[in-house]
């Protein structure tokens, strides 16, 4: 099966990969949701993913020892890290507050927070492309949000606080790149979110049950999966070819808000979500497609 699935397209692969990367984020997002109506903090959520993220690369850790964390550049790597404990943070909390398609389709508006940040912060040429999608994609934010829409503004503004975060871990990301290796990169992460998560989960603290350890040790376990699948996808095909797949998370996540919570936005809120899509989409693919 394995060396069937290595004989394919380098495309097709990577849309295979990217289209279970959409099946994981909906999966991490249910997690979210029952979590959630059990009970449990977001921060306590946020700290299982913290701690899952150290044990995937404890390994790497061991075996290279403390010098994966020497560098020279560690305000880029604080600023990667607070970007990406509040990151997920916020999402997680937009999952609580909104319902699952509404949270979904503002956590793509990411795409057109770093077009925005691309140009000034990294002095990277912004095409017309790229310039039209973020337009687009804002102007369906306004079609969601309009005056008297039933969706929460405080859900609303997690999920773009989220995807204005997200910003900040592309744009560091992109930076440390240049000069630090992925494995001191994500060892950084790892330490820094967990530093972070912690404070936060003791300050929200909430009495939980034995059944509740066991299911954040699976959320915690299982998440880090998803980076892994996203990184396999852009290595297997070419990314203005496999990006476009991430966006599958939408109809996978809106179906199955309505089959296990009812969830069924309203005309607007489509079409809201219909610009944003088109949008995000624009720019993933004008972005891929430019030279690097």
Known sequence: MIARFL??????????????AAIAF????????????????????????SLGQVVWIAPTIAASGLAIFATRRLALHLVRGFSSVSTWGLY????????????TVLSFTNVMFTTLAAGPLLRERVTAARWAGTLAGFMGVAIMLRPG????????????????????ITLSSRALTRTESTRS????????????ATPLAIYFWQPISLTDVLILAAFGLITPTILLLLTEAFRAGEASAVAPFQYLRLPIVTLAGWLIFAETPD???????????????????????APR
């Open 7 to 20: 004989a394919l397209p380098g495309n097709l692969r990577g849309a295979i990969l990217m289209s279970i």
């Open 26 to 49: 909906t999966v991490e997002i249910l997690f979210t949701r029952w979590m959630s109506q059990r009970g449990i903090p977001v921060t306590t959520q946020l700290l299982a993913r």
């Open 92 to 103: 997680f909390l937009s999952f609580a507050l909104l319902d699952l398609a509404t949270a």
């Open 149 to 168: 829409t039933d969706i929460p503004l405080g859900g609303a503004a997690a999920a773009l606080g989220a995807a204005l975060c997200w910003c900040g």
């Open 185 to 196: 990169v994500i060892a950084w992460v790892g330490l820094i979110t967990t530093l972070c």
């Open 267 to 289: 005309a607007t809120a489509w079409a809201g979500a219909a610009v944003i899509l088109v949008g995000a989409t624009i720019i993933t693919i004008a972005e891929a497609r």
